[in-house]
């Protein structure tokens, strides 16, 4: 096993030999005194004690026990020579002592550290007459013990409802309330444990998944599927009948807007009863869709106008339900407050349909304030004269309202020029919450969230400031009447929920870390709750407290009463689909980052780092490059959601604030100097600023900051964007070209080489060096500001679109060497430099503009390397046939394809090595849920493990070895880096 620890060029030794002196000279402070022969023996066991003392000095200053030659008082911690020093401990007319300590054994994670004491009689001339020796040894932990990969079935992705449902690898499972069939299971009953969904998804990558409390929904393979009770013709499929399990072309995708498009997220409401809000209400659940390219789609009750259509005329007002799919009428309206944008999160309440787009939110249906008696169903969702004769209720908008625009009249909080954090967008029963800089804003009102009753949306407030939320949900509860209910958040990677108490809460406005029974030192990384009870995703295990009426804690028991937790504790164990990792595992859940020799991912929110070291980019404090997994000191503990790797920095970010570290020679970590480091370092230039992503390039990085694009380091191609050609060594807005980024909502970034893209309002930006077209911008030479990039597949608009100047949405993108790849409208698209094949499009020629590869199939996630890239691609049935591809150079098998030389020049999918398994009896690919390519290697969460594969230099596919792979390969154990302890001297 290889240790992580540098060797100082020298030691202050004389300080150590000083107090061992003292040691000594304590037993001999008289000198009159006549040694004896126990005398002597007593000299010789504690010199070797003074050894034990100098080796855990050595090893306490970074020294690495099993490198170092033999240690005497007269070397440092390598065991090379200390000038100055003698060779003895103590030195006299009688005798002299001294120590030898030879290079530490390791063996069962335990350091066995060997002292051999000396002590030498001397005669009249200094000249030794006889010798004794005393031995000791200190057995030390090698290191915490080291955390195996996960087992099981770890989850990725929970929702929370009357019905619970989760994703582990690729697959949809559910448990409690199967009244309406929302279980996605025909059979009567509730369901005490999970149960898998099967039926028109068995085959298909779940990426996406709603739950109300009659119905369910689920992305696979870029297809939406919906099933339960179809009461207010919810269920999209043009007719009134239940439906028991995922149906093909429900909602209907062979006809209507869905048809011949991808949908990344569906939406459905509940079927409840907010009498509080509305004295007279009744239910209207709907449903809704985000197609590709980022027009939005309802169908079902339109009763409170949440299906953003109708309007009154002579006296008689109607706001129309649709059967089918329809397309959002503000998409087709040009008067529309979003009109030309495109929405990236969708997201349903009992009444309401909202969207966010341009870092906004928008919402159509309940608006508010209306007078009292609007908030009726009555005045609201029928024809009926008296609205407009006495001009009590008129619409006061034609298909949606921005959210964001409004304004607490007491307080003046707004959501206006606060950009959303898109990716904690959600939205609820009667409630929308979601992060906007350094701030958890909600809207809206429910049974434990704030106390603005008053409407179903009132205008945002600042629910929690001062927070980094990064996993929220609502109660659900029916009944918003009640006081009952709860509101669970994740917040600085603490699990916390609000209101009713006996589930978890800790009361209106107080928020209450949820208590534990064999949670304690687990990270949580999800979280839901449902009616009176919520879970939450730690370590890829299910927790689940609160209520347990009808099965919801998947415990296995489904009885009214006498069912109830009043902790957190381990479930879904049980049962013919058992779900969760092994006990005491760790689960890898993304993201991850390979380099030019090294790579860092996250298990469970911690950060572990692996390969080459050379100028302290793995974080730990030295210079020695590892080939397992390794977690950085001073990151453990701290939740980490973002981490990036560049060719010899890495950085990451952490509780909403970014740590840099490695080379500097550029100014590549924003620290305001040139100077390397072996541990991360704030960047402190965002103060008071919250990081959402960031990107390592070459010798340059950039961040999204509070909605807004920043890079540093070199800038000799205009890759930072600024205008400018001056190497930045602290953050710099990108503002180049007449701040075309400066107010639009940048949601991702990255840094190449020498060129940087992005992408804002869902169009993408380039800027930077153009060889090889790299940029996108349809040329070859020179450099270039940010611009916007219009060409090839960025810039057609959709034919059928429903605006003409829609341009398609763009939501991943990765800056390789010498060319760039995106996902647009939801397809691989990429650019520039081709020779060895990496833009998968089935040739080797260059390409100036957007490109489509040639594979169509769903794409998620895409990842530029050095001269390959990979992507997430769902189609084909993808978690039977993988759903992990790569394509370009195949050298050291970076490609995964079993090949290690020549080129691939289209999406070859990755189904050997480590990938195959056996699930339930059937022979499956596991699913991956997150890929990186790096200069030549590659590594991917697949699973909940990390894999690897490529060139092996360095350790840096993480596997314990040096040894290149051409297929997906298991990396070694995770382990946390801790400097040998002090432990008995035997």
């Known amino acids: 096993m290889q240790k992580g620890f540098i060797l100082p060029a020298t030691i202050l030794l004389g300080l150590g030999v000083t107090i061992m002196s003292t040691t000594f000279l304590e037993f001999t402070s008289n000198t009159s005194v006549v040694l004896n022969s126990r005398n002597f023996d007593a000299l010789a066991n504690d010199a070797a004690r003074a050894g034990i003392v100098y080796a855990n000095s050595c090893i306490e200053a970074s020294a690495d026990p099993l490198s170092w030659t033999t240690l005497t008082p007269a070397t440092n911690c390598s065991g090379g020579g200390a000038a ?8 006299n007319s009688d005798y002299r002592t001294t120590f030898t300590v030879p290079t530490a054994t390791l063996s069962n994670n335990l350091l066995t550290v060997v002292s051999t004491g000396t002590v030498q009689k001397l005669d009249g001339n200094g000249n030794p007459v006889e010798t004794i020796t005393s031995t000791v040894k200190n057995t030390l932990p090698g290191s915490t013990p080291p955390w195996p990969v996960a087992t099981g079935l770890p989850l990725h992705e929970i929702k929370n409802n009357e019905t619970d449902c989760a994703i582990g690898n690729g697959e949809m499972y559910c448990w409690g309330d199967n009244g309406s069939n929302q279980a996605g299971v025909s059979s009567p009953g509730d369901l005490g444990w999970p149960r898998r969904v099967q039926n028109a998804i068995a085959g298909k990558t779940v990426t996406y998944i709603s739950v109300a409390n009659r119905n369910a929904c689920a992305v696979a393979d870029g297809l939406p599927y919906c099933w339960g009770s179809d009461g207010n013709q919810q269920l999209g499929q043009s007719a ?11 909602p209907r995708t062979s006809s209507g807007p869905l048809d011949g498009y991808y949908v990344p997220e569906v939406q459905i409401s509940d079927s409840n009863n907010p009498a509080i809000i509305w004295p007279f209400g009744i239910a209207a659940p709907h449903s809704m869709a985000l197609r590709e390219d980022g027009t939005v789609h309802v169908w079902g009750d339109g009763g409170f106008r949440q299906n953003g259509d109708g309007g009154c005329f002579l006296g008689w007002c109607a706001y129309p339900s649709y059967s089918t799919p329809t397309t959002f009428n503000g998409f087709k309206d040009t008067t529309s407050p979003f009109s030309g944008k495109k929405a990236e999160r969708i997201g349903t309440s009992s009444h309401d349909s909202c969207f966010a787009a341009i870092g906004r939110m928008y919402c159509a249906g309940v608006e508010v304030p209306l ?41 003046g909080h707004t959501l206006n020029n606060k950009f959303i954090d898109m990716d904690t967008f959600e939205v609820t029963t009667n409630v929308g919450c979601m992060m906007a800089q350094n701030d958890f804003y909600c809207v809206g009102n429910g049974p434990a969230v704030g106390a603005l009753w008053s409407g179903s949306w009132s205008p945002p407030w600042i629910e929690l400031a001062n927070s980094d939320v990064t996993s929220h949900d609502n109660g659900d509860n029916p009944d918003s009447a009640s006081f009952d209910g709860i509101y669970c958040i994740i917040d600085f990677g603490v699990a916390k929920c609000q209101g009713s108490s006996w589930q978890g809460g800790g009361g209106i406005w107080s928020w209450n870390p949820i208590t534990s029974t ?48 009043t902790s957190a504790q381990l479930s879904g164990q049980g049962g013919s689909y058992p779900i969760g990792t092994d006990e005491g595992t760790y689960a890898a859940d993304g993201p991850i980052s390979v380099g030019d020799g090294h790579s860092c991912g996250t298990a469970n929110g911690n950060l572990f780092c692996w390969g080459r070291n050379t100028y302290g980019q793995l974080g730990i404090g030295t210079t020695s490059e590892q080939y397992s997994p390794l977690a950085p000191p001073t990151t453990v503990g701290i939740y980490v959601r973002d981490v990036s790797v560049g060719a010899n920095h890495t950085c990451a ?10 080379r500097n020679n550029n100014g590549q970590l924003g620290l305001g100097n040139t100077t390397d480091y072996s541990t991360p370092q704030l960047v402190s230039a965002f103060a008071g600023m919250r990081v959402h992503n960031v990107s390592a390039g070459e010798n340059h990085t950039c961040a999204v900051v509070d909605g807004q694009a920043y890079c540093w380091g070199l800038n000799s191609n205009l890759q930072l964007g600024d205008g400018t050609l001056t190497t930045r060594t602290s953050p710099t807005l990108v503002d180049g070209n007449s701040s075309i980024l400066v107010g639009k909502n940048v949601r991702y970034i990255t840094a190449g080489y020498t060129h940087t893209c992005a992408t804002a309002n869902g169009d993408l930006y380039c800027w930077g060096n153009n060889a090889n077209g790299r940029t996108g911008l349809n040329t070859t030479s020179g450099n270039s500001h940010p611009t916007l990039v219009t060409g090839g597949t960025a810039g057609s608009p959709m034919v059928t679109a429903p605006s003409p100047d829609l341009r398609p949405l763009v939501t991943s ?9 995106a996902v647009i409208n939801s397809k691989v698209s990429c650019f520039g430099a081709n020779s060895n094949g990496q833009l998968g499009d089935g040739t080797t020629t260059q390409r100036l503009v957007p490109t489509a590869s040639a594979n169509s199939y769903f794409a998620t996630k895409v990842t530029a390397g050095g001269t390959h890239a990979c992507a997430l691609l769902h189609g084909n049935n993808s978690k039977i046939n993988g ?33 195959p398994e056996t699930n339930y009896g059937q022979a499956e690919i596991k699913s991956a849920t997150a890929v990186s390519a790096g200069a030549s290697s590659t590594c991917g969460v697949v699973k909940g493990t990390i894999m690897c594969w490529g060139n092996g230099a360095n350790g840096r596919l993480g596997d314990g070895t040096t040894t290149s792979r051409n297929a997906p390969n298991i990396t070694d154990d995770y382990h946390f880096f801790s400097s040998y302890e002090s432990g008995p001297i035997y």
């Not at 439906?243 to 429900?250: A, F, K, R, S, V």
């Not at 005045?379 to 006061?396: A, Q, Y």
Request: hydrophobic share 35%.
């Open 240 to 250: 009134w009948s239940s439906i028991d399990y995922p149906t093909n072309d429900i």
């Open 653 to 662: 970010i952490a509780d909403g604030q970014l740590y840099c570290w490695g």
């Open 883 to 915: 759903n992990l591809w790569c394509w370009g150079n195949a050298s050291n098998g970076r490609v995964g394809n079993g090949s290690s030389s020549g080129n691939v020049t289209s999406p070859t999918v990755l189904n050997g090595g480590d990938m």
């Open 813 to 821: 993108i990765s800056a390789g060497s010498n060319f760039t790849c």
């Open 518 to 565: 064999g949670f304690t030192g687990k990270t949580p990384t999800k979280i839901a709750a449902g009616q009176q009870h919520g879970c939450l995703i730690a370590n890829g295990q299910l927790y689940c407290w609160g209520n347990g009426h009808e099965g919801v804690l998947a415990n296995g028991n489904i009885s009214l009463f006498g069912n109830s937790r």
């Open 371 to 411: 007078p009292i008696q609007c908030n009726t169903a009555w005045f609201m969702s029928v024809n009926n004269p008296l609205v407009i004769i006495f001009n009590l209720c008129t619409p006061t908008f034609d298909d949606a309202y921005d959210m964001s625009a409004k304004t607490q009249w007491l307080t």
């Open 84 to 91: 100055g020093s003698g060779p003895y401990i103590v030195e």
